[in-house]
């Protein structure tokens, strides 16, 4: 395991008078560190902890899924442009130090791994499945967009977890297949695509 320093950029979203120990960065990180699992991990569920306090809040990826993302990721073109969440959890002191070069840019410290992943684990395991299992090696080097938590407990990054995934809705995609459509028409190279 080994700190990773990257460049970010600090989200002023935190009331700094109720907990200025938090904080909200863009930033990216390497796909080769995303899918070392000594560096980022899941937090799963396991029937073997019960009701304990260290149970995890998400479940095992389902393999037909990430292999799916796999597939899509050996692709020509293929791109995940929506940022995977990572969490610095903080059970007592900071974890991450952030070294502002001027208008909320610098460099972010991500301290003490394993840093946890809270959205976006079947675009991870799709990118390892890609890699691993089809050898598609180009992807190690790519990065992925992240949004880093910072500082905050456990429970807090529960609480995010289920914000996102309960909150959000499906949006309608019948317009952009129309479009789609007309263009493959009109257009025999896109239409072979």
Not at 65 to 71: Q, V
Not at 103 to 116: A, M, S, T
Not at 161 to 169: G, Q, R
Request: aromatic content about 8%.
């Amino acid at each position: 395991m080994r700190d990773l320093t990257i460049n970010a950029i600090r989200v002023n979203q935190i009331d700094k008078s109720i907990d200025d120990k938090k904080d909200t960065y863009i930033s990216t990180i390497k796909v080769s560190d995303l899918i070392n699992e000594a560096q980022f991990q899941i937090d799963y569920w396991s029937p073997a902890k019960k009701e304990s306090e260290n149970q995890g809040y998400q479940r095992h990826p389902f393999p037909s899924h990430y292999r799916k993302i796999g597939k899509y990721a050996l692709s020509q073109g293929a791109i995940f442009p929506g940022a995977v969440i990572i969490s610095c959890r903080s059970t007592s002191g900071s974890v991450a130090v952030f070294h502002d070069k001027g208008n909320g840019i610098g460099e972010l410290e991500l301290q003490h791994p394993p840093l946890w992943i809270v959205d976006g684990q079947h675009r991870i395991m799709g990118l390892k499945y890609s890699i691993e299992e089809e050898g598609e090696t180009k992807w190690l080097d790519r990065e992925m967009p992240v949004i880093i938590l910072a500082n905050f407990s456990r429970m807090e990054e529960v609480e995010q977890f289920k914000t996102l995934n309960s909150t959000s809705k499906k949006v309608s995609t019948d317009l952009a297949q129309q479009l789609m459509l007309f263009r493959a028409t009109h257009d025999k190279d896109y239409r072979k695509s």
